[in-house]
């Protein structure tokens, strides 16, 4: 059961699974991490990493990562800080948003996900490159991108 004053949170780009602020960042950290899909958003390719930004009809796939009951603060501060995320702030890079996502068994949950700030969102709308598939890395296609939809 989902604790609701701890959200989990979703990932789509370097703290997946199998990525460097993974390895740095999360492993260890999580009592679970499944596939899922957040609906309702679009995923452009970024200097070196993805951005989401809100958009309807669209869907970004990546997984859902529920902290230690005694990791979550901290995880969530790292996380933050990672993204360049500071409630309140007009400079973020990115802005953390409660989103429902849709689990691998067909079952949904709120999560944290890192949107797109507003400056760098105007310029992905405006001259971004969309990941096909909502999927990062855009190489994920072929083999690996159809096991992750089989899942």
Same mark, same amino acid.
């Given at each position: 059961?989902?604790?609701?004053?701890? &959200?989990?949170?979703?990932?789509?780009?370097?703290? *997946?699974?199998?990525?460097?602020?993974?390895?740095?960042?999360?492993?260890? #950290?999580?009592?679970?991490?499944? &596939?899922?899909?957040? &609906? /309702?958003?679009?995923?452009?390719?970024? &200097?070196?990493?993805?951005?989401?930004?809100?958009?309807?009809?669209?869907?970004?796939?990546?997984?859902?990562?529920?902290?230690?009951?005694?990791?979550?603060?901290?995880?969530?501060?790292?996380? !933050?800080?990672?993204?360049?995320?500071?409630?309140?702030? #007009?400079?973020?890079?990115?802005?953390?948003?409660? *989103?429902?996502? *849709?689990?691998?068994?067909?079952?949904?949950? !709120?999560?944290?996900?890192?949107?797109?700030?507003?400056?760098? =969102?105007?310029?992905? *709308?405006?001259?971004?490159?969309?990941?096909? /598939?909502?999927?990062?890395?855009?190489?994920?296609?072929?083999?690996? =991108? #159809?096991?992750?939809?089989? #899942?």
């Amino acid at each position: 059961m989902r604790d609701p004053e701890h &959200p989990p949170v979703f990932v789509y780009g370097t703290l *997946r699974p199998g990525q460097g602020n993974h390895a740095r960042h999360v492993r260890g #950290r999580t009592l679970s991490e499944e &596939p899922a899909v957040l &609906p /309702g958003a679009i995923l452009y390719e970024g &200097p070196g990493y993805p951005f989401a930004l809100p958009e309807p009809g669209c869907e970004v796939r990546g997984e859902v990562l529920q902290p230690e009951p005694a990791q979550y603060a901290p995880l969530l501060t790292a996380l !933050d800080e990672l993204e360049g995320y500071r409630p309140g702030a #007009r400079d973020n890079l990115y802005e953390r948003e409660l *989103r429902t996502v *849709r689990l691998s068994d067909g079952s949904t949950t !709120d999560a944290w996900v890192y949107f797109a700030a507003a400056p760098m =969102a105007c310029r992905l *709308r405006t001259s971004g490159t969309p990941l096909p /598939g909502g999927r990062w890395p855009a190489a994920a296609s072929g083999q690996a =991108a #159809r096991k992750e939809e089989s #899942r």
